[in-house]
């Protein structure tokens, strides 16, 4: 399928995966995928893996996610991980924001554009995720508050910052539920962060920003999620874990 941005689907493992399963999941998806080039691929593996699958991906068309980072670049910030200790392992990418650290860690947009501006000084692309629970859906502000997501959790990014962020839409009701976004759902607010991202910007920028989808994407419902006019790839949580699941997204997505 003809897209106009090239596809990002990241697989973010959360908090699974000792380094030795790691490697074994990252070694399959090396073996399943060598040939893709259609699409950019990114695993997110917790920090204990980084350093094995970073290796394990050397030479390979596999690119490395960390699923948080500090906002600071270093000090006395006990558990933190900064951008300088990401790019020891070649990390290029860095989920922030994402509901769960919304949820648990209270994260705020305000913390997430800090993240993203820290990236950005060390050359990390964020993956900055937003996303309306269910009871904002059924209350009808999705809009108003994904909007104040995105404004918020990107303020003070430049445009050329801007080009090299990548945006995951992932409403929280279809995380880790099975339950998923139908493609009228998904494509609706994707446009609807576009259209907010060319006031903050201009249209020509904001046709270069990659949206990604997330929430129960799995190889049954992949293809029609990409084929989306403005959906640009996925964020994979659960079956990003396994090789077979994983690998068939992609390839159903191509
Ligand atoms: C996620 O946590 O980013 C995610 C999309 O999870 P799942 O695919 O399991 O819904």
Redo the contacts with the bound molecule.
């Keep these: 399928m003809q897209k106009e941005r090239k596809l990002l689907i990241a697989g ?1 493992w ?1 908090m699974n995966k000792t380094a030795a399963e790691a490697l074994d999941l990252v070694n399959g998806l090396r073996r399943e995928l060598a040939a893709v080039k259609e699409v950019d691929l990114v695993v997110c593996p917790p920090f204990t893996a980084l350093g094995h699958v970073s290796q394990a991906i050397l030479d390979s068309n596999l690119r490395l996610g960390a699923q948080n980072m500090s906002e600071h670049t270093g000090g006395a910030y006990t558990g933190e991980i900064s951008a300088a200790m990401l790019k020891e392992f070649s990390v290029r990418y860095v989920i922030l924001g ?3 650290r919304r949820q648990y860690q209270k994260e705020s947009d305000l913390l997430v554009a800090n993240k993203a501006l820290t990236a950005h000084a060390a050359a990390i692309k964020p993956i900055v ?1 937003v996303g309306e629970t269910l009871e904002q859906r059924e209350a009808g502000i999705t809009e108003k508050v994904v909007g104040d997501q995105v404004r918020g959790s990107l303020a003070g990014l430049s445009k050329d910052q801007i080009e090299e962020t990548v945006i ?1 839409y ?1 409403p929280v009701w ?4 099975g339950r998923t976004a139908t493609a009228e759902q998904a494509q609706e607010v994707h446009a609807f962060i576009r259209r907010i991202l060319a006031g903050l910007f201009d249209e020509a920028t904001a046709r270069r920003i990659r949206i990604q989808y ?4 799995k190889p049954s419902n992949a293809r029609e999620l990409m084929s989306l006019p403005d959906v640009d790839g996925a ?6 874990l396994e090789v077979r699941s994983f690998s068939d997204i992609v390839k159903n997505s191509i």
């Design positions: 973010n959360k994402h509901s769960e995720c995951a992932e279809a995380i880790g539920t997330g929430g129960s994407v964020l994979v949580g659960g079956a990003s």
